[in-house]
């Protein structure tokens, strides 16, 4: 049942309107973005804090900080709480309900309650899944929970831990199920898809992704939790059951997760570079071709984790290819990001240098995962750190670097006031420097034969797992610039008045923040989201707020 | 509901394209349980004396019962649309009987087999496929009896507002579809 209230009547409406709101069960997807985002954060401290305690146990070879059980406790949740209460939530969720309604003209999601639902699935998850460790004892298993492994380790935790999968998996569902149908249906006349800012697409290709391999996941945790609970075989091959099964299911989910992950990074660069750069996204149609192809190869390559399984010569075959083939989508949109730079007028920013870090951090892990694909290679570093160093150069070095530059691009949209540069230049150095001192040495870790997961490792890694662990002391030092600057200039940041980055995407033709539906008049139609450096006059915008922005001839004024 | 911030009539009503993205990701589900018992299957082998020859008669009568609901079902929604609310409930109530029915039928068959849930591969696997599919056919029925107690002369549901209705019948055409292949893949192959 749904009653349409006018303008006038919303301020009239139940909804707290003060900062109450960001606790309520509020339908606005620019305060759901903001929930996804903050509530993200703190998991993201909470899983930092689990990382810390990993890197503390591994300065010393022995198993002296924590013990054996606690350890894989720690890195599982580690693992878990960073992929599906961090980065999952956050570069889908906060960013993609606060700007993809902007970008396809709309006031809200398709399905504003739908979208609360999903948010509000989080936290309980959340808090389900760290209570484990304190009332049950935490699953052991890893963030793969592979059986015969997730069978045998203490049963509560690790059921917990499936609850809190699910929850979080539906939740995900909810969420992309309205960005397909916010996109594909609530575009405002006149706007073709072809038009769309490319986070849009990122979303879109993102959440395809979502609707087709989470429910698979979904469906194998619930055959995994009987398998535990109701002691039936279907992975244990003790009762007869196919472990290499779970795998492929597991790993049918998992493997698009890492596009779950980094799609949505790859549309907010896309987004941020050109502002910054005062130059036209390069390429716009093969990186709208590159996003769906790599939607299509994700879907199929994901037994390339499962090189060591006893997979077939054939299968080993085709799904090296297929992933080989991602490279070159993902190629192409590393050229089309530097041919947006080159040249460009770009001016050095806190967002701009996460951007710049995300770009060679990635080509890295692109390049590591391009050699892990190959049979002989996996083979030799399976289960090392070298795996350990490449996923982190995807999901750290990839998106939680996108995850800071869009906090530094869009804060002055939400609040109406600039962050701090100095400071956040500090992170950034911090931050990048501590992220490649830690994960860099861990590849020559994994090439020396350091298994993962393990708390003891032979001493003559000592040296090398001292400097991986100075580098994430370094990252855990990196977070209080950025803390201090967020709170600091939600008070005392310079006014960033509506449009501080003379930006053309359509929320930043709005007021900072933005009235509650977004627009006080019609939403403007952008025909060009990445018009820059055109003359004055020559863009075909028809924004009706923000439009004398760019007839003034003040486009190119830094 | 007053809670709503957002006028939602500013847009078209997407609830059943959402309802069908859905069905998709629901379907999906099942896609991965059908790849592994598939996979079960080739490279599994059960042990000795544990091949048994599923009875074919109970099943198929209860696919025909669920092909029928669907005609049913559509019927309803025809009968709605022309405004005749009587028949459409008359309709609904023999969608939801041949659902229950098929769910009696269901019981049976799981009472008269002669193997439990632990057994082996094949009878975990069974048993989990039919058993999900069986809850979607639980809460199709429950759902059926709602859309047939509003969509009474006066009731919420009317040729004006049949969203409920077709949101019902397209999950239960789902739940059909999935039963065929079902059928199909357990049964038959």
Known sequence: ?558 | MTTLNHSDSAHGDHRLFGLATFLVADGMTFAGFFAAYLTFRAVNPLPDGHNYELELLLPTINTLLLLISSFTFHRAGAALRRGNHPLCQRWLLLTALLGFSFLAGQMKEYFALPFGLRDNLFASTFYAITGFHGLHVTLGGLMILIVWWQSRTGGRISANNPFPLEAAELYWHFVDGIWVILYGLLYLL
């Open chain 1, 1 to 558: 049942m749904t009653i349409s209230l006018t303008p006038e009547q919303n301020s009239g409406s139940l909804q707290p309107q003060g900062w109450l709101r960001y606790l309520s069960f509020s339908t606005d997807h620019k305060v759901i973005g903001l929930q996804y985002l903050v509530c993200g954060f703190l998991f993201y401290l909470i899983g930092g804090a689990l990382a810390g305690a990993i890197r503390t146990e591994l300065i010393t070879p022995i198993s002296d900080f924590l013990p054996r059980e606690t350890y894989n406790e720690v890195l599982t949740l580690h693992g878990t709480v960073m992929i599906f209460l961090w980065i999952v939530p956050v570069v889908n969720g906060a960013f993609g309900n606060y700007l993809v309604p902007f970008y396809v003209g709309a006031r809200d999601m398709a399905f504003p309650r739908l979208n609360a639902v999903a948010f509000w699935l989080i936290p309980p998850a959340g808090l389900l899944l760290i209570a484990s460790y304190f009332f049950a004892g935490a699953s052991q298993s890893g963030w793969t929970a592979y059986p015969p492994l997730s069978i045998t380790t203490p049963a509560t935790g690790q059921i917990i831990w499936i609850l809190s999968v699910l929850l979080l998996g539906g939740s995900s569902i909810f969420g992309g199920i309205n960005f397909i149908a916010t996109i594909l249906k609530l575009r405002r006349p006149g706007l073709k898809l072809m038009q769309l800012p490319m986070y849009c697409w990122a979303m879109l290709g993102t959440s395809i992704l979502v609707v087709l391999s989470t429910p698979v996941l979904a469906g194998t945790l619930v055959l995994l939790s009987f398998d535990i609970i109701a002691h039936t075989g279907f992975f244990n091959p003790a009762l007869g059951g196919n472990a290499v099964v779970y795998q492929h299911l597991f790993w049918f989910y998992s493997h698009p997760a890492v596009y779950i992950m980094v799609l949505p990074a790859f549309g907010l660069v896309s987004e941020i570079l050109p502002v910054h750069a005062r130059k036209p996204l390069f390429g716009y149609t093969t990186m709208v071709y590159s996003i769906m192809a790599i939607v299509f190869l994700g879907l199929i390559v994901w037994a390339h984790h499962m090189f060591t399984s006893g997979t077939p010569p054939w299968m080993r075959l085709f799904f090296t290819i297929a992933t080989a083939f991602i490279a070159v989508p993902t190629g192409i949109k590393f050229f089309n990001w530097l041919a947006t730079l080159w040249g460009g007028k770009i001016s050095l920013n806190t967002a701009m240098l996460f951007c710049c870090g995300f770009i060679v951090n990635f080509v890295f892990g692109g390049i590591t995962g391009v050699a892990l694909a190959q049979v002989p290679f996996d083979i030799h570093v399976h289960d090392t750190y070298f795996v350990v160093g490449h996923f982190h150069y995807i999901v750290y070095g990839g998106t939680v670097f996108v995850i800071f530059a869009s906090i530094y691009h869009w804060y002055p949209k939400v609040t109406g006031r600039l962050l701090n540069e100095p400071l956040g230049q500090l992170h950034f150095w911090l931050t990048f420097v501590g992220f490649n001192l830690c994960f860099a040495p861990q590849h020559w870790l994994g090439l020396n034969g350091m298994p993962r997961r393990v708390a003891e490792y032979d001493p003559q890694f000592t040296l090398i797992n001292q400097l991986s662990s100075a580098g994430a002391l370094l990252m855990a030092i990196s977070t209080l610039p950025f803390l201090i600057n967020v709170v600091m200039s939600a008070f005392n940041g310079t006014p960033a008045g509506d449009n501080p980055w003379n930006a053309l995407t359509p929320e930043w033709l709005t007021s900072s923040p933005p009235p509650v539906e977004n627009w006080k008049g019609e939403p403007p139609l952008v025909h060009e989201p990445y018009g820059y450096g055109h003359q004055p006059g020559e863009l075909s915008l028809e924004a009706t707020s923000g439009r004398e922005l760019w007839t003034l001839g003040q486009t190119e004024q830094r």
